[in-house]
Nanobody
């Protein structure tokens, strides 16, 4: 079992930046795909960004060029740097760890990001 705890959410003005962090209760090996998802009120959860164990990244279309996902040097952390935030980025952001081979899929409780002037 892995517990994931997100932090770093908050209120930011349009055009601003935030960095989200995800701390895992134990080291996450390279066989896990790590990612950030978000869910806005009344909408489905969507992929924000993901990163494989070898560092390959993938981004949702509206996040490309603005968001950067990274795994920390400590193998139990994940980050999401968000720049040029827009009103439509307002959502709850969730950290995810999914094993590429085994039926292991872990979610954090989420952190709220509100973009508002």
């Amino acid at each position: 079992q892995v517990q994931l705890v997100e932090s770093g959410g908050g209120l930011v003005q349009p055009g601003g930046s935030l960095t989200l962090s995800c701390a895992a209760s134990r080291n996450i090996n390279s066989k896990f795909l790590m990612g950030w998802y978000r869910q806005a009120p009344g909408k489905q959860r969507e992929l924000v960004a993901s990163v494989t164990g070898d560092g390959t990244t993938n981004y949702g279309d509206s996040m490309k060029g603005r968001f950067t996902i990274s795994r920390g040097s400590a193998k139990n952390t994940l980050y999401l740097q968000m720049n040029s935030l827009k009103l439509e980025d307002t959502a709850d952001y969730y950290c995810n760890a999914r094993h590429r081979d085994l039926a292991l899929n872990f979610w954090g409780q989420g952190t709220q990001v509100t973009v508002s002037s």
